[in-house]
């Protein structure tokens, strides 16, 4: 027993030279591999990104990845941390978010996940995530539950949960709105989730549900169910859509004769919305953390960057991902290395740094805390709900 004991030290003695051999070349050691502090003290770190960057709803992906680019240049222009991203296509589907998540994992260099862009898809990363140890940020992720999958899951998108309520409240005070008709998509985790707090909040507030009609993924009439609605003549209806049907449902809609203002979930935070239904949009209201009109001047400067490199205003989307990155900047030089675990502790530690979206804290969870703001889109454009 003694005699081993002996070999053992000796066996982590020369283990321990050839590591601060390996330290002293510049070189180091983490969970993290080839991520390292820099002679300047800047933190290298390497980001996975998965975005849903072809199909039907690639103007979420796109949003997203412009906005992250955004960040990057400006943090890695400061110094502080010099970060890199890889990022990966799902293409909006489970087995191709899991299949590049899987991939972004395997590789010891990257240290935190963005994405994935839909919460059906970050419902099935999420789980390896939290199991592989490596922190993952949702910037787009809104269903409820997604923060609970696990300690490193987080997001700073405003849940569902938070955004319908503050919407639909402002507008039943607003029109003095009693009857409702809902319509949603009952083949996403996304929608779905959008119309279970629609339900409840509308239950809750005491309007009548005259009706719930669904529909799925790339439907593209809606004659049946829209009919049924304006037969009942509701005062308002709550849709949660994605922003291709939610558009199309606006635009029958209104070629229907139904003139009663929309509720949308988060989907619809989209100017792809306008681009679809046109004046068929008017009516639309949302709750959101971004308004890009907002007189303050990191909105303004951001804002101004975007349109200058895209050549259009950003949206939630890619406003939320922008934040993100810095969240995650924040994060790294908080823990003081590119490390899973000391990252994911430094993210939970996050608070009140002030972002375009505004303060962002994360509660126990990892869930963001932040107030929504409640828009309407008029004169095809959105604008605040007052």
Same mark, same amino acid.
């Given at each position: 027993?003694?005699?081993?004991?002996?070999?053992?030290? %000796?066996?982590?003695?020369?283990?321990?030279?050839?590591?601060?051999?390996?330290?002293?070349?510049?070189?180091?050691?983490?969970?993290?591999?080839?991520?390292?502090?820099?002679? #300047?003290?800047?933190?290298?770190?390497?980001?996975?990104?998965?975005?849903?960057?072809?199909?039907?709803?690639?103007?979420?992906?796109?949003?997203?990845? #412009?906005?992250?680019?955004?960040?990057?240049?400006?943090? #890695?222009?400061?110094?502080?941390?010099?970060?890199?991203?890889?990022?990966?296509?799902?293409?909006?589907?489970?087995?191709?978010?899991?299949?590049?998540?899987?991939?972004?994992?395997?590789?010891?260099?990257?240290?935190?996940?963005?994405?994935?862009?839909?919460?059906?898809?970050? #419902?099935?990363?999420?789980?390896?995530?939290?199991?592989?140890?490596?922190?993952?940020? *949702?910037?787009?992720?809104?269903?409820?539950?997604?923060?609970?999958? *696990?300690?490193?899951?987080?997001?700073?998108?405003?849940?569902?949960?938070?955004?319908?309520?503050?919407?639909?409240?402002?507008?039943?005070?607003?029109?003095?709105?009693?009857?409702?008709?809902?319509?949603?998509?009952?083949?996403?985790?996304?929608?779905?989730?959008?119309?279970?707090?629609?339900?409840?909040?509308?239950?809750?507030?005491?309007?009548?549900?005259?009706?719930?009609?669904?529909?799925?993924?790339?439907?593209?009439?809606?004659?049946?169910?829209?009919?049924?609605?304006?037969?009942?003549?509701?005062?308002?209806?709550?849709?949660?859509?994605?922003?291709?049907?939610?558009?199309?449902?606006?635009?029958?809609?209104?070629?229907?004769?139904?003139?009663?203002?929309?509720?949308?979930?988060?989907?619809?935070?989209?100017?792809?919305?306008?681009? %679809?239904?046109?004046?068929?949009?008017?009516?639309?209201?949302?709750?959101?953390?971004?308004?890009?009109?907002?007189?303050?001047?990191?909105?303004?400067?951001?804002?101004?960057?975007?349109?200058?490199?895209?050549?259009?205003?950003?949206?939630?989307?890619?406003?939320?991902?922008?934040?993100?990155?810095?969240? %995650?900047?924040?994060?790294?030089?908080?823990?003081?290395?590119?490390?899973?675990?000391?990252?994911?502790?430094?993210?939970?530690?996050?608070?009140?740094?002030?972002?375009?979206? *505004?303060?962002?804290?994360?509660?126990?969870?990892?869930?963001?805390?932040?107030?929504?703001?409640?828009? %309407?889109?008029?004169?095809?454009?959105?604008?605040?709900?007052?």
């Amino acid at each position: 027993m003694g005699k081993t004991f002996k070999k053992l030290s %000796i066996l982590l003695s020369i283990m321990m030279l050839v590591l601060l051999a390996a330290c002293g070349t510049g070189e180091s050691s983490t969970s993290s591999g080839e991520n390292s502090k820099g002679e #300047n003290g800047t933190i290298s770190a390497k980001i996975g990104v998965i975005s849903y960057m072809t199909g039907p709803g690639a103007a979420y992906g796109e949003a997203i990845t #412009n906005g992250l680019k955004l960040a990057l240049e400006e943090i #890695n222009e400061k110094g502080d941390v010099k970060i890199e991203l890889a990022i990966e296509d799902s293409v909006g589907k489970q087995e191709q978010a899991l299949s590049v998540g899987q991939k972004l994992m395997s590789q010891d260099d990257i240290v935190a996940i963005i994405g994935p862009t839909l919460s059906t898809e970050m #419902n099935v990363v999420g789980p390896e995530a939290d199991l592989n140890g490596i922190p993952i940020m *949702g910037t787009s992720t809104t269903a409820a539950g997604i923060p609970q999958i *696990g300690d490193y899951v987080f997001r700073n998108s405003i849940p569902e949960s938070l955004a319908i309520p503050a919407a639909l409240e402002k507008a039943v005070d607003k029109y003095g709105a009693k009857k409702v008709a809902i319509l949603y998509g009952n083949d996403d985790l996304f929608t779905q989730s959008g119309f279970d707090t629609m339900k409840a909040e509308a239950e809750n507030m005491g309007l009548e549900i005259l009706t719930i009609e669904t529909f799925q993924k790339g439907q593209s009439d809606y004659n049946a169910q829209l009919t049924k609605i304006k037969d009942l003549q509701p005062d308002l209806i709550l849709a949660s859509a994605l922003y291709n049907e939610g558009a199309v449902i606006m635009d029958q809609a209104r070629k229907m004769g139904i003139d009663v203002p929309f509720v949308g979930g988060n989907g619809f935070n989209s100017p792809q919305v306008i681009e %679809i239904a046109g004046e068929a949009s008017n009516g639309l209201i949302v709750a959101t953390p971004w308004f890009a009109d907002k007189p303050d001047e990191k909105v303004q400067a951001f804002v101004e960057k975007y349109e200058e490199a895209y050549g259009h205003k950003p949206d939630q989307f890619a406003a939320q991902a922008y934040d993100a990155l810095y969240i %995650i900047a924040e994060a790294l030089k908080n823990a003081g290395e590119a490390d899973r675990d000391a990252l994911r502790d430094a993210l939970a530690e996050i608070k009140d740094l002030e972002g375009i979206l *505004g303060k962002i804290s994360f509660d126990k969870d990892g869930d963001v805390i932040m107030d929504p703001t409640v828009l %309407i889109i008029q004169d095809g454009e959105f604008q605040l709900f007052e």
